[in-house]
C-alpha cells in the first residue's frame, strides 16, 4: 500500500510526480487525447454511484444522481488519464452491476464494486456521489472519509480543502461508516459533489462547466494529498 510508502511504492510517488510535469508539459505543448495510455504504476478507481434501478436520490427537478455520478466520474477519471494515470472504473454506463433487480440486488452490486477494486490493486478510490437534504438551502460539495481510518481522513481533507476554495466554504470532511470506504484496503473517499434538493445548485450540476470545475477541484485536492506523503 502507498501508505507505508516505502518499496516500490515509494518509486512509484517519485515517478508519479515526474510523470505528471512531463505528462502536464507534453499536453499543454501538443495536447493529449482521454485515451492516453498509463505511464506509471498507480491506479486510481473512480466508482460511480447507484445505477440501473437503483437511481440514488432525485432532484428537486427530476435529475438522477446515477446519471450525474457517471457523468461526474468520467469527467474526473479524465484529469488522471490525461496526466498519466491508470483509471479504473467501477461502473461505465447506466447500468447496475447486481446482475437481475431481484431480491439482494443492492449489496450484490455493493459487493461488485468491492471485487473491482480489489482486483485492480487499487491506491485510491473515490466514490461519486450527488446529496439531498429535507431543506433546500443546503449547498455544497463534501467529501467523507473511514472512522478511524488516517490515511483516508488526510485524502479526505486535502480533496475537501479544493473544492473549499472553489466553493468558498470552510467545511470539514467528515467520518462515517460506509462500505466502500470501509472495504478498501488503500486510502478512499466519498466525495458528495452537491445538494440536489437545491434547485440552483441541481442547475449547476448539470452544466459541463460546473462539472469541470468540481472534479478538478478534486483531482487537485488528490495531488496535494499525494505532494504531502
Known amino acids: 500500500m502507498i501508505v507505508a510508502l516505502n518499496g516500490r511504492k515509494l518509486l512509484t510517488v517519485v515517478a508519479l510526480l515526474c510523470a505528471l510535469q512531463l505528462t502536464l ?11 492516453t495510455t498509463s505511464l506509471i504504476d498507480f ?13 440514488g436520490v432525485t432532484g428537486v427537478n427530476g435529475t ?21 494515470f491508470n483509471v479504473v472504473y467501477t461502473r ?11 431480491e439482494g440486488f443492492k449489496m450484490r452490486d455493493m459487493e461488485k464494486r468491492r471485487q473491482i477494486i480489489e482486483d485492480s490493486s487499487a ?25 478511524g481510518n488516517e490515511e ?3 485524502l479526505a481533507q486535502s480533496v475537501q480543502d479544493c473544492v473549499n476554495k472553489l466553493n468558498s466554504r470552510n467545511l470539514e470532511a467528515l467520518k462515517g461508516d460506509f462500505y ?5 484496503d488503500c486510502p478512499s473517499v466519498i466525495v458528495e459533489f452537491g445538494f440536489l434538493s437545491n434547485a440552483e445548485e441541481e442547475r449547476l450540476l448539470n452544466t459541463a462547466e460546473r462539472r ?11 495531488m496535494m494529498y499525494l505532494y504531502s506523503l
Request: proline share 1%; hydrophobic share 35%.
Open 25 to 35: 508539459t507534453f499536453y499543454l505543448l501538443f495536447g493529449m487525447s482521454s485515451n
Open 43 to 55: 491506479t486510481v478507481v473512480i466508482d460511480a454511484g447507484h445505477g440501473g434501478v437503483d437511481c
Open 64 to 84: 438522477r444522481e446515477s446519471h450525474l455520478n457517471l457523468l461526474y466520474s468520467r469527467q474526473l477519471g479524465k484529469w488522471f488519464e490525461q496526466c498519466g
Open 92 to 102: 461505465t454506463d447506466e447500468g447496475g452491476l447486481y446482475g437481475l433487480p431481484t
Open 123 to 147: 491506491d485510491i478510490v473515490i466514490s461519486v456521489h450527488m446529496n439531498k437534504y429535507s431543506s433546500s438551502y443546503r449547498t455544497g460539495a463534501q467529501v467523507f472519509f473511514q472512522q
Open 152 to 154: 483516508g481522513q488526510t
Open 180 to 184: 466502500i470506504t470501509r472495504t478498501s
Open 212 to 222: 469541470e470545475k468540481l472534479t478538478r477541484a478534486v483531482f487537485d485536492g488528490v
